[in-house]
């Protein structure tokens, strides 16, 4: 079947770093997305990776390893403002989005 | 980025109406629409996949008849949840593709809530 893992809860501190860890096994891979979602709000668009490696934007970043079924968001200078729930999502080999049940990330002065 | 406009962003009927939510792609056609229903504090749970012109593709356990869908164009795809009861109360979002796109882009969300 497949599967989507990644932690449920984190806990950071305002101005820190947090690394946000995602395991995947999937039928296909055509691609990683990351989206942040805030209660009550649909999810926003973070980052796509399909290729190895890491990406950056800004203070939020996203690796990706296809051959571990890995991947990592890691958000940087934490702002109380991030406190919100990361999700992860992988397009299979359809083009369908599988999803993971969500990280929420809670921030702490 | 591409623009979902969901509407309405809230709504509260009564229990055994109908009620109606619509997903538009703004700037873009969406070739593929997806409906996705959210419990509190659960992750998004892919109802059904439409694609433009064509019947809608249900997850298993899903009931097509009490949520019908049509995407009879480009830019609109309709949810209608029928004869709706409390435990349909939920936090609805469309998400729509183009034929180009990898990414799907985000409605606003509805909040049902069955009285």
């Known amino acids: 079947g497949q599967n989507i893992d990644q932690p449920t809860e984190m806990t950071a501190t305002e101005g820190a770093i947090v690394q946000i860890n995602c395991t995947y096994q999937?039928?296909?891979?055509?691609?990683l997305f990351w989206y942040q979602q805030h209660a009550g709000e649909a999810p926003t668009f973070l980052s796509y990776n399909v290729l190895d490696g890491l990406e950056e934007k800004g203070r939020f970043s996203s690796f990706l390893s296809r051959s571990k079924g890995y991947s990592y968001l890691l958000l940087k200078e934490l702002q109380m403002k991030d406190s919100a729930s990361y999700l992860c999502?992988?397009?299979?080999?359809?083009?369908?989005?599988?999803w993971g049940a969500g990280t929420k990330l809670i921030i702490k002065p | 980025g591409a623009v979902v406009s969901q509407h309405p962003s809230r709504v509260i009927c009564k229990s055994g109406t109908s009620v109606k939510i619509e997903c538009r792609s703004l700037d873009f056609q969406a070739t593929t629409m997806f409906w996705y229903r959210q419990f509190p504090k659960q992750s998004l749970m892919l109802m059904a996949t439409s694609n433009e012109g064509s019947k809608a593709t249900y997850e298993q356990g899903v009931e097509k008849d009490k949520f019908l869908i049509n995407h009879a164009s480009l830019t609109l795809s309709t949810l209608t949840v029928t004869s709706a009861h409390p435990e349909d109360s939920s936090f609805y979002i469309c998400s729509a593709r183009g034929i180009r796109d990898t990414e799907a882009f985000f409605g606003q969300g509805t909040r049902l809530t069955v009285v």
């Open positions: 999937t039928s296909g891979f055509n691609g």
């Open positions: 999502a992988v397009m299979d080999s359809n083009y369908q989005l599988i």
